[in-house]
Protein backbone atom coordinates (compact mmCIF):
# COMPACT_ATOMS: atom_id res chain seq x y z
CA UNK A 1 0.00 0.00 0.00
CA UNK A 2 1.49 3.10 -1.21
CA UNK A 3 1.12 6.09 1.18
CA UNK A 4 -0.90 9.19 -0.09
CA UNK A 5 1.54 12.30 -1.33
CA UNK A 6 2.18 14.86 1.03
CA UNK A 7 -0.18 18.08 0.71
CA UNK A 8 2.30 21.04 0.04
CA UNK A 9 1.18 24.62 0.95
CA UNK A 10 2.20 27.86 -0.46
CA UNK A 11 1.29 31.11 0.87
CA UNK A 12 0.78 34.30 -1.50
CA UNK A 13 -0.23 37.59 -0.31
CA UNK A 14 -3.02 40.17 -1.81
CA UNK A 15 -2.04 43.54 -1.10
CA UNK A 16 -2.86 46.98 -2.23
CA UNK A 17 -4.46 50.03 -1.04
CA UNK A 18 -8.34 50.74 -0.07
CA UNK A 19 -10.89 49.68 -3.10
CA UNK A 20 -7.56 48.23 -5.74
CA UNK A 21 -9.78 44.90 -6.49
CA UNK A 22 -7.77 42.74 -3.97
CA UNK A 23 -11.30 40.54 -2.35
CA UNK A 24 -12.02 40.46 -6.12
CA UNK A 25 -8.89 38.96 -7.40
CA UNK A 26 -8.99 36.45 -4.47
CA UNK A 27 -12.99 35.46 -4.98
CA UNK A 28 -11.97 35.38 -9.11
CA UNK A 29 -9.37 32.07 -8.61
CA UNK A 30 -10.31 31.18 -5.07
CA UNK A 31 -11.83 27.33 -5.83
CA UNK A 32 -13.68 27.59 -1.94
CA UNK A 33 -15.96 30.54 -1.11
CA UNK A 34 -13.69 33.29 0.46
CA UNK A 35 -13.49 33.83 3.82
CA UNK A 36 -14.31 37.31 3.82
CA UNK A 37 -13.68 39.92 6.38
CA UNK A 38 -15.41 42.99 4.78
CA UNK A 39 -17.18 45.59 7.04
CA UNK A 40 -19.38 48.41 5.51
CA UNK A 41 -18.02 52.40 5.81
CA UNK A 42 -19.93 54.93 4.75
CA UNK A 43 -18.32 54.87 0.87
CA UNK A 44 -18.30 51.13 0.29
CA UNK A 45 -17.11 47.92 1.61
CA UNK A 46 -13.46 47.32 3.16
CA UNK A 47 -11.23 44.43 3.98
CA UNK A 48 -11.26 45.09 8.27
CA UNK A 49 -9.16 41.63 8.55
CA UNK A 50 -7.84 39.27 6.04
CA UNK A 51 -9.12 37.52 3.06
CA UNK A 52 -8.77 33.98 2.69
CA UNK A 53 -8.95 31.94 -0.12
CA UNK A 54 -7.92 28.47 -2.03
CA UNK A 55 -6.69 27.07 -5.28
CA UNK A 56 -5.43 23.70 -5.93
CA UNK A 57 -2.92 22.76 -8.26
CA UNK A 58 -1.40 19.52 -9.23
CA UNK A 59 -4.26 17.00 -9.05
CA UNK A 60 -4.56 18.35 -5.08
CA UNK A 61 -0.78 17.84 -4.18
CA UNK A 62 -0.04 21.63 -3.64
CA UNK A 63 -2.68 24.18 -2.15
CA UNK A 64 -1.90 27.92 -2.74
CA UNK A 65 -3.17 29.70 0.08
CA UNK A 66 -4.68 33.37 -0.88
CA UNK A 67 -4.14 36.08 2.38
CA UNK A 68 -5.63 39.69 1.08
CA UNK A 69 -4.79 42.58 3.36
CA UNK A 70 -6.80 45.77 4.45
CA UNK A 71 -5.81 48.15 2.06
CA UNK A 72 -4.74 50.32 4.36
CA UNK A 73 -1.21 52.13 5.41
CA UNK A 74 -2.01 50.97 8.70
CA UNK A 75 -1.49 47.34 8.22
CA UNK A 76 1.51 45.50 9.99
CA UNK A 77 3.45 44.33 7.56
CA UNK A 78 5.65 42.56 10.68
CA UNK A 79 3.06 40.40 10.15
CA UNK A 80 4.38 39.20 7.10
CA UNK A 81 8.45 38.46 8.72
CA UNK A 82 6.08 35.95 11.68
CA UNK A 83 7.35 32.30 11.51
CA UNK A 84 4.18 31.18 10.40
CA UNK A 85 4.03 33.69 7.31
CA UNK A 86 7.08 32.55 6.36
CA UNK A 87 7.20 29.02 5.59
CA UNK A 88 6.03 28.55 2.39
CA UNK A 89 5.76 31.97 1.64
CA UNK A 90 5.96 32.58 -2.36
CA UNK A 91 5.22 36.14 -2.80
CA UNK A 92 3.05 39.18 -3.39
CA UNK A 93 0.03 40.61 -5.46
CA UNK A 94 0.24 44.25 -5.30
CA UNK A 95 -3.37 45.11 -6.91
CA UNK A 96 -3.84 49.04 -7.90
CA UNK A 97 -6.78 51.02 -9.33
CA UNK A 98 -4.95 52.11 -12.17
CA UNK A 99 -8.28 54.00 -12.99
CA UNK A 100 -7.71 56.13 -9.94
CA UNK A 101 -4.51 58.00 -9.98
CA UNK A 102 -5.14 59.87 -7.07
CA UNK A 103 -4.43 56.27 -4.80
CA UNK A 104 -1.27 55.83 -6.53
CA UNK A 105 0.18 58.08 -3.71
CA UNK A 106 -0.81 55.77 -1.36
CA UNK A 107 -0.30 52.19 -3.31
CA UNK A 108 3.61 53.73 -3.29
CA UNK A 109 3.51 54.08 0.30
CA UNK A 110 2.33 50.44 1.04
CA UNK A 111 5.24 49.16 -1.79
CA UNK A 112 7.75 51.04 0.25
CA UNK A 113 6.29 48.97 3.46
CA UNK A 114 6.52 46.21 1.63
CA UNK A 115 9.83 46.41 0.52
CA UNK A 116 11.44 47.60 3.77
CA UNK A 117 9.93 44.39 5.78
CA UNK A 118 10.56 41.99 3.00
CA UNK A 119 12.17 40.97 -0.25
CA UNK A 120 10.00 38.07 -1.56
CA UNK A 121 8.88 38.26 -5.29
CA UNK A 122 6.12 40.32 -6.14
CA UNK A 123 4.36 41.13 -9.27
CA UNK A 124 2.12 44.19 -9.56
CA UNK A 125 -1.34 44.10 -10.96
CA UNK A 126 -3.04 47.51 -12.72
CA UNK A 127 -6.54 46.70 -11.97
CA UNK A 128 -9.47 47.86 -13.55
CA UNK A 129 -8.38 48.27 -16.78
CA UNK A 130 -11.56 48.39 -18.53
CA UNK A 131 -12.69 51.07 -16.79
CA UNK A 132 -12.75 54.46 -18.22
CA UNK A 133 -9.47 56.73 -18.21
CA UNK A 134 -7.46 53.43 -16.58
CA UNK A 135 -4.23 54.21 -17.06
CA UNK A 136 -2.36 51.71 -18.86
CA UNK A 137 0.23 48.88 -16.89
CA UNK A 138 2.93 50.49 -18.32
CA UNK A 139 2.03 53.91 -16.97
CA UNK A 140 1.25 52.54 -13.32
CA UNK A 141 4.39 50.33 -13.49
CA UNK A 142 6.42 53.67 -14.27
CA UNK A 143 5.21 55.74 -11.89
CA UNK A 144 5.30 53.03 -8.96
CA UNK A 145 8.69 52.10 -9.69
CA UNK A 146 10.59 54.81 -10.20
CA UNK A 147 13.42 54.39 -8.10
CA UNK A 148 12.97 51.33 -7.08
CA UNK A 149 13.46 48.09 -8.90
CA UNK A 150 12.32 48.21 -12.74
CA UNK A 151 12.19 44.32 -12.90
CA UNK A 152 9.43 43.82 -11.10
CA UNK A 153 6.03 42.25 -13.80
CA UNK A 154 3.14 44.80 -14.32
CA UNK A 155 0.46 43.41 -15.64
CA UNK A 156 -2.88 44.84 -16.99
CA UNK A 157 -6.00 42.86 -15.00
CA UNK A 158 -9.78 43.45 -14.77
CA UNK A 159 -9.56 41.17 -10.87
CA UNK A 160 -13.37 40.25 -11.78
CA UNK A 161 -12.17 38.47 -14.86
CA UNK A 162 -10.85 34.57 -13.93
CA UNK A 163 -8.76 34.45 -16.88
CA UNK A 164 -7.00 37.92 -16.13
CA UNK A 165 -6.31 37.37 -12.49
CA UNK A 166 -5.15 33.55 -13.05
CA UNK A 167 -2.45 35.42 -15.02
CA UNK A 168 -1.17 37.47 -12.64
CA UNK A 169 -0.99 34.61 -10.05
CA UNK A 170 0.85 32.73 -12.93
CA UNK A 171 3.27 36.01 -13.44
CA UNK A 172 4.10 35.75 -9.46
CA UNK A 173 5.20 32.20 -10.10
CA UNK A 174 7.43 32.85 -12.84
CA UNK A 175 9.00 35.53 -11.41
CA UNK A 176 9.44 33.23 -7.90
CA UNK A 177 11.19 30.58 -10.27
CA UNK A 178 13.21 33.47 -11.85
CA UNK A 179 14.53 34.70 -8.63
CA UNK A 180 15.36 30.97 -7.04
CA UNK A 181 17.25 30.72 -10.48
CA UNK A 182 19.13 34.05 -9.53
CA UNK A 183 17.93 36.17 -12.21
Known amino acids: MTEP????????????PFSSGKTS??????????VSTEGVTAESKTTIAMDFGRLTVQDDDLY???????GARRFDWEILSTPLMIEGFL??????DSARPETF???RAILNQILIHTDVPFV?????????GAW?????GVWLLRGYAEHVPVLP???????????VLLELCYEALRQMDGE
Open 105 to 107: REA
Open 136 to 140: SHRDV
Open 157 to 167: CVATDPVAARR
Open 64 to 70: LYLFGTP
Open 25 to 34: LIQSISEIDV
Open 124 to 132: IAANKQDQP
Open 91 to 96: GIIFVV
Open 5 to 16: PEIQTVKIVVTG
